[in-house]
């Protein structure tokens, strides 16, 4: 199966915070699994290193940990961003404030893979796979 890895568990994951993973360490280390990270994950772990430093790892230190661990890049493509608009349509969901997980949502459902998350809050999207751990 094609996993999509929400950013607070790939940070989990280079922070070796092995309580948080435990639930998705299963799906991680199935070889059968092709697990993607998105290119819109390293944008946002960007963003927020510069705004708190001291909180999140930057965003070149994610970047090489993806490619060490063999995560499979999912660039952000034209098809992407237009499936934001079907998503919040086609959902019973209260739109998602965080634009950075909309956009997970849409690149998952676009691919036709399933996003692994840790949000209760993206279950809601039913067009969308959405596996919690």
């Not at 915070?17 to 994950?41: E, G, V, W």
């Not at 940990?65 to 063999?70: D, E, I, R």
């Not at 349509?89 to 965080?98: E, F, G, N």
Request: hydrophobic letters at 40%; one cysteine or more.
């Amino acid at each position: 199966m094609n996993y999509l890895l929400d950013t607070h568990l790939i940070i989990w994951a280079l922070l070796d915070k092995a309580d948080k993973l435990r639930k998705a360490r299963d799906i991680i280390a199935d070889k059968r699994n092709r697990k993607f990270y998105s290119l819109a994950s390293i944008w946002e772990i960007t963003i927020k290193h510069r705004l708190h430093p001291d909180e999140f790892p930057s965003g070149e230190a994610v970047l090489g940990f993806c490619q060490m661990s063999g995560l499979i890049k999912l660039p952000i493509q034209e098809n992407h961003i237009l499936a934001l608009d079907r998503l919040e349509r086609d959902s019973d969901a209260p739109p998602h404030r965080d634009p950075f997980d909309r956009l997970l949502l849409a690149q998952a459902q676009s691919e036709e893979m399933a996003l692994l998350t840790h949000d209760k809050n993206l279950q809601y999207y039913s067009t969308v796979d959405v596996q919690l751990v």
